[in-house]
């Protein structure tokens, strides 16, 4: 039998769910022409779709919401968050903004801009939309041991430093303005980057004299995965790992919907480089509010300081990341492929090895995360064809690397119960695969389609 860590909380206050028949769910996500985020929130029974923003603040933070300051400059909220932040990251400056999309609007314009390019072990798609918006250009580097989803690997989120170190000698390293290291690597399935891989990146970066920015969502649970799996790290705290990660670069965007536990907010930090940091202040100010509250609310900032300390806890990142582990094991008992082994924050289900039958171009995870919600009422997604949209140049679908239905686990949420309704809906559609067919887009707008566009099943 599977481990799992028994959850190191317990349940002061609830939030009740329902479950439609399945008649009713037909009904629903035909309604919603096949896409599930035309689905109301009250239709489903489990809600999976992403771990941003969906995570349960403790009895700590929301007593913390009670005491935020609101005042509008130098409130004691402020300075709480930027004391623990100092204490978590070892950075001189850190800037408060509304969310990870904010930090990449300040930031990346600042060393990005047309002739440029940003290289990254993978672009997360805001991150990827922030460097292209500031007229450069975004370019993945990820090792190839990633995009083999059966493989074992312990970091599949690595930069391939070797190619690096080949497209800086391409593009000239005067026009590679940034470096930037995603911690998990959230588009290769959440998979961890190794220590000794972020001081090879480091080296070179320093050798170019290109700055590096760590994109940090997930340092918590990337800090956990380095422990439990590079040596010389088994004895050391979070604490101590995440501070030896962050020493290697030179500034970070974070979004804190992720590993920070609070519904909203965001952080830039920045090493010691005084004159960057006028400029992130400058344009926060510009953007998102003064410096001391950085589109926040002082109540939000006071949940975000405590969540830091919370999310670093030993006890609840193997309460956390042994969620993904407990579903990844009775997957193997089952038969199911996902990416492997299964990284922090989701279950990356391999749609293309569970419905071979369906092409690319009939989006087959798209296909999948219909009959989760059909089969249990569960809401995942896809990462996929359907998701990666035409090529602009020719209008034809391009075919993704992979075809994944990501099963994205809120923070602190859902019990081990809901994990076992979740597998067992898994494999029941394994066992009627043979009927599941494909989909066709009837309506899609030109970009990033996936949110809106409208499907039907392929007679
Ligand atoms: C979520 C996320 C972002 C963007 O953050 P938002 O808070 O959603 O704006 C950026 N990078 C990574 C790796 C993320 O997971």
């Known amino acids: 039998m599977s481990k799992y860590y028994a959850e190191p909380f317990k349940i002061k206050m609830v939030e009740p769910i329902k479950i439609l028949t399945k ?25 999976l779709l992403t771990d941003s923003g969906t995570g349960a603040m403790s009895d700590s933070q929301w007593a913390g919401v009670m005491r935020g300051d609101e005042s509008y400059s130098g409130s004691r909220s402020y300075k709480h968050l930027i004391e623990n932040a100092k204490d978590i990251f070892g950075y001189e400056f850190i800037q408060p903004v509304h969310q990870g999309r904010a930090a990449e609007k300040v930031v990346m314009p600042i060393f990005l801009k047309e002739g440029k390019v940003a290289i990254a072990n993978m672009h997360f798609d805001t991150t990827r939309a922030h460097v292209e918006l500031s007229g450069a250009r975004a370019i993945d580097c990820v090792i190839p041991e990633a995009l083999d989803t059966t493989e074992f690997h312990p970091f599949k989120g690595n930069m391939d430093n070797k190619r690096l170190v080949e497209l800086i000698e391409q593009y000239g390293p005067e026009n590679v303005g940034l470096i930037i ?25 320093k050798k170019y004299n290109i700055p590096v920015c760590i994109d940090a969502a997930r340092y918590a649970e990337n800090s956990y995965f380095i422990k439990m799996r590079e040596k010389g790290y088994e004895d050391k705290s979070i604490k101590e790992i995440a501070r030896e990660m962050f020493s290697y670069a030179d500034l970070f965007t974070m979004s804190a919907k992720k590993d920070a536990i609070v519904n909203m907010g965001g952080l830039v930090g920045v090493k010691n480089d005084e004159e960057i940091y006028e400029q992130v202040k400058a344009r926060t100010i510009s953007y998102e ?25 030993i006890d609840y990142l193997r309460y956390r990341i042994g969620q993904m582990e407990y579903m990844a094991e ?49 809401r995942c997604c896809d990462i996929g064809s359907f998701m990666m949209g035409n090529d602009p140049d020719t209008n034809e679908q391009i075919e993704s690397e992979f075809e994944f239905t990501r099963l994205a686990i809120p923070r602190r949420v ?46």
């Open 23 to 47: 008649e009713e769910r037909i009904k629903k996500i035909k309604e919603a022409n096949y896409n599930v985020f035309y689905l109301n929130s009250d239709d489903v029974y489990i809600d």
């Open 181 to 205: 290291i995603t911690v998990t690597n959230n588009s290769a399935g959440g998979q961890p980057v190794s220590m000794e891989n972020i001081r090879e990146t480091s080296q070179i970066a």
């Open 289 to 313: 509010g003064f410096i001391s509250y950085g589109g926040m609310s002082g109540r939000d900032i006071e949940a975000l300081a405590i969540g830091l300390e919370e999310g670093i806890d």
């Open 330 to 378: 009775r997957l193997d008992e089952a038969g199911i492929a996902y990416q492997y082994p299964v990284g922090g924050h989701a279950v990356f289900i391999d749609a293309k090895k569970l419905l071979p039958h369906i092409p690319y171009y009939e989006f087959p995870a798209q296909a999948l995360a219909v009959e989760m919600y059909i089969e249990a009422g569960i």
């Open 414 to 459: 859902y019990t081990k119960s809901h994990l076992d309704v979740v597998v067992d809906a898994l494999i029941a559609i394994n066992e009627r695969k043979e009927s599941i067919r494909g989909y066709r887009i009837t309506w899609e707008p030109p970009v990033l389609r996936h949110f809106t566009a409208k499907l039907e099943p392929i007679k």
